[in-house]
């Protein structure tokens, strides 16, 4: 019996956090009431509260469920064996953008996280975690950066940690864009190229990695 009733509580949850993806990015974050969250999922609102403080907690829940991209971070052994970091964060973000494009629930959470909510004082805890996640892969992009440059015996044009802010905003920005219209362009193709674009500026040779991939895309594309 308390295993059945764990169980009950458990799909209440997965409910909830359902119902909530669902009206998050249909209505709006600030514009979604626990309430409706409850009706939606058949449940009751004294439901919510027992497994979430707030709409807040409820949010980072819905969160925790996937691993967005740029959350990840990259393969931290892989590049300490002696593998080129940078093509480590390539192929990461080219994971991660093909995840975008093909699970919905990565892409419908992603487009809740990104277009859907207001950092308002009640969010506040919202905002620390995409601050907190922002800063980790920004600082994981930077030593990936700097480790390839020495590697490469290249001196970076511009500080590490403006350049790793700068392959961040690249990267985010294609995502977010391709969000608003996923038929404007192809998000995996674009963002290896623009990728590899962005390296070459900062001084790096195209990594080979992915090379093949990507000369099969433009000949299908073509």
């Known amino acids: 019996m308390a ?36 009706q939606q999922a058949g449940a009751t609102r004294g439901a919510i509260y027992w497994h979430f403080k707030d709409k807040a907690d409820l949010f980072n829940a819905m969160m925790e469920r996937v691993i967005l991209p740029l959350e990840a971070g990259p393969n931290r052994q892989a590049a300490a064996a002696g593998d080129d970091p940078l093509v480590e964060i390539e192929e990461g973000m080219v994971h991660a953008l093909t995840l975008m494009t093909t699970d919905p629930q990565v892409r419908r959470v992603f487009d809740v996280a990104t277009h859907k909510v207001e950092y308002t004082h009640d969010m506040a805890s919202v905002q620390q975690r995409h601050l907190d996640a922002r ?19 290249i001196k970076l044009p511009v500080p590490g940690h403006v350049a790793a802010q700068g392959m961040h905003a690249l990267i985010s920005g294609l995502i977010q864009n391709w969000l608003l219209d996923p038929e404007a362009f192809d998000l995996v193709l674009t963002g ?29 594309v073509a």
């Open 3 to 38: 295993r059945r009733t764990k169980e009950e509580a458990l799909a209440t949850r997965n409910r909830l956090l359902d119902a909530a993806e669902l009206l998050f990015q249909a209505q709006g974050v600030s514009q979604t009431s626990l309430q409706q969250i409850a």
């Open 135 to 153: 800063n980790a892969c920004v600082v994981d992009f930077e030593k990936a950066l700097r480790l390839g440059a020495r590697r490469a015996g």
């Open 192 to 220: 290896r190229r623009t990728f590899r674009v962005y390296l070459a500026g900062l001084g790096f040779e195209r990594p080979a990695a992915g090379a093949t991939a990507v000369n099969e895309a433009e000949t299908a």
